[in-house]
């Protein structure tokens, strides 16, 4: 079965430095992959997805994620980050033909001025 | 476009009374999914419809958990009795076709306390 990994719980970091959100999964098949952001209070919104094709997808504000097949990974990362980035962010991965998501158990980023 | 419709936001009820959520469909979508979200067990997904067929419903607890979808864009979840270990936020999403691949859009979340 597979199954998404999120490493980190929380990671704080600074304001206009780099972060990456480590996300690892594990299927034996085709999958399509996803991050989502979710503010407080709020529900969640997809960040950028990967089906296939180039390996690095750019995503709204200013996020992107790789895909390495090798590793089974698809870290998110942004080069400079904002106050307003403090959400919690979500992996997500789809089998091919298939409508159920897994989602990971999120990593709350917390952007420090 | 208006997103996908939640309500209420926030409800809080007493143990063993009924609680009904309500969901509004983004307009031309035919995927609907109830999650439920709190801090031990992450989302988990309760119900997925497509065209109005409930297609997996093994994520539904237990028989107090119920959900119907009476037409293309309206969705209701209902719990009956409720029980304090059913306090989450219950979220629905929608989406164009259900298959994967395809961005699943969801509702800002109905955040029930059951005390």
């Known amino acids: 079965a597979q199954s998404v990994t999120q490493l980190d719980s929380q990671v704080p970091v600074f304001e206009e430095a780099p972060v990456e959100l480590r996300c690892n999964y594990s299927?034996?098949?085709?999958?399509?992959l996803f991050w989502y952001v979710q503010y407080p209070n709020q529900g969640l919104q997809l960040l950028l997805k990967y089906l296939s094709g180039s390996t690095l997808v750019k995503g709204i504000n200013g996020f992107e994620a790789e895909f390495n097949k090798s590793q089974t990974s698809f870290h998110l990362r942004k080069p400079s980050v904002h106050i307003s980035d403090t959400a919690e962010y979500f992996c997500a991965v789809t089998l091919s033909g298939t409508y159920k998501y897994i989602f990971g158990t999120g990593t709350r980023l917390k952007v420090l001025a | 476009d208006a997103g996908v419709i939640q309500s209420p936001r926030h409800e809080v009820t007493e143990m063993g009374q009924e609680v009904t959520l309500r969901c509004k469909l983004i307009s031309g979508h035919n995927s609907l999914f109830w999650y439920r979200q709190t801090m031990m067990r992450g989302l988990e997904l309760l119900i997925y419809f497509n065209n109005n067929v409930p297609i997996d419903d093994s994520g539904m607890p237990e028989d107090r958990f119920s959900a119907k979808m009476p037409n293309a864009s309206f969705s209701t979840l209902k719990i009956q009795p409720s029980e304090p270990r059913d306090s989450a936020v219950y979220f629905c999403?929608?989406?164009?076709?259900?298959?994967?691949?395809?961005?699943?859009?969801f509702g800002e979340g109905s955040w029930l306390t059951v005390v």
């Open positions: 299927s034996s098949v085709s999958v399509y």
């Open positions: 999403a929608s989406s164009s076709t259900g298959s994967s691949g395809n961005t699943i859009y």
